[in-house]
């Protein structure tokens, strides 16, 4: 389940920095989340920071077109960083 942020983002600035996995970048008018990357903060944190630090209520919520269980978002979570890794070095 990847995050979406609605039209009701008020291009505040906060979510963006807050991602551990980049997902979160300005759109042609709104922050956008890119599905590929957003784990829902599955690995890194219990409740997806860019929803914890959103001024907006429902502001950003579940992606009706990205349904993916726990387990997916896990999988989803050891390939984005095991890519990071390799990356690095």
């Known amino acids: 389940m990847a995050l979406l942020i ?3 983002c008020t291009n505040c600035d906060m979510c963006e920095p807050e991602c551990p996995n980049q997902a979160i ?3 042609e ?3 956008v989340i890119d599905p590929a990357l957003c784990t829902e903060c599955v690995g890194h944190y219990e ?13 950003i919520i579940i ?7 726990t387990d997916e978002l896990w999988e989803k979570f ?3 960083h095991h890519a990071d ?3 690095a070095k």
Do not use: F, R, W
Not at 47 to 59: A, E, G, H, M
Not at 63 to 69: A, S
């Open 6 to 8: 609605t039209q009701k």
């Open 25 to 27: 970048s300005m759109g």
């Open 29 to 31: 008018d709104i922050y």
């Open 47 to 59: 409740i997806p920071t860019c929803q914890k630090v959103c001024p907006i209520n429902n502001c």
């Open 63 to 69: 992606d009706p077109k990205h349904i993916e269980t």
């Open 78 to 80: 050891v390939l984005i």
């Open 85 to 87: 890794a390799l990356e």
